[in-house]
């Protein structure tokens, strides 16, 4: 080959290695061991990252025409459209809306009790949750708000500060259990009531130790009243007693045919008849 030939073969490769790299820097690098700069490429002259796509994360080149996709994983989605109904947006209107327990003052006809405790007062924290802190949970033995009583706290109240005469005051369901409390008067025997009004307990004068028989009652102390009561020797004619002693009321003698007579009370607070004057017995 003559010397010609070869600085034209020459010249040709430097013509095709010079194309592979034009002005808008999209060619892609040339393959093979030659590594060195090529006679017309530029700074630009590199995988095709620069030039790419316009993805903001990066996106991949293509290694043949040296572009981006603009796919990048990290590139930033465009303005969203968010959900009115969502809690944070919503969320200090004053309104409840889905996704809220609450707004404000709207408790959306929720309550302590609702929530399941005895009474108190419901709250709404910042977030549109319930604020359940000032509600009373009866059995904590904790006084609560609206709690007149828990457990063993009585608040310091007790039958008399309520109004009875008297008795234990206990809580139940956190409220005050006056059950076992005794009022005079209410015509219910409590305490140490022996009677209360009518109601004497099926007690009777013999039953209290008045032999005689009578009428048991009760006085307004709510103790028994045995003044109706008979008693054989007490002196005192009562019950169905004819008499007692000298306590009696002397039948007419007339009416037992006697211009005069003399009447005596037995041991059992019976009359009798001792001394009988007629007209055939002389007076």
Do not use: H, K
Not at 220 to 232: H, L
Request: with cysteine.
């Amino acid at each position: 080959m003559t010397m010609r030939s070869q600085l034209l073969g020459f010249a040709g490769v430097l013509l095709m290695l010079s194309g592979a790299c034009d002005d808008e820097g999209g060619g892609a690098r040339p393959t093979g061991t030659a590594t060195a700069t090529v006679a017309g490429c530029t700074a630009d002259c590199d995988d095709g990252s620069s030039s790419g796509g316009d993805g903001t994360g990066g996106g991949d080149s293509d290694v043949t025409t040296g572009r981006g996709d603009g796919d990048g994983d990290d590139g930033d989605e465009g303005p969203g459209t968010s959900d009115p109904t969502d809690a944070g947006e919503t969320c200090g209107d004053g309104i409840v809306q889905t996704g809220e327990a609450c707004d404000g003052d709207d408790l959306d006809g929720r309550s302590c009790v609702t929530e399941g405790f005895s009474g108190g007062t419901l709250g709404c924290f910042s977030d549109c949750s319930l604020n359940t802190a000032a509600c009373d949970e009866c059995g904590d033995s904790q006084l609560g708000e609206s709690e007149p009583c828990d457990g063993l706290l009585l608040d310091n109240q007790s039958c008399e500060s309520l109004g009875f005469d008297g008795g234990d005051l206990s809580c139940s369901g956190c409220d005050f259990d006056t059950s076992s409390c005794y009022q005079c008067g209410d015509g219910q025997i409590g305490g140490p009531e022996s009677c209360d009004g009518v109601n004497l307990g099926g007690a009777t004068c013999e039953s209290v130790g008045m032999g005689g028989g009578g009428s048991l009652a009760c006085a307004a102390d709510c103790t028994f009243d045995t003044a109706g009561c008979a008693v054989c020797g007490d002196g005192v004619q009562n019950g169905d007693e004819e008499c007692d002693g000298t306590d009696y009321d002397e039948p007419d003698c007339a009416a037992q045919g006697c211009l005069d007579c003399i009447w005596q009370c037995d041991d059992e607070c019976g009359l009798e008849l001792v001394y009988c004057c007629d007209d055939f017995n002389f007076c």
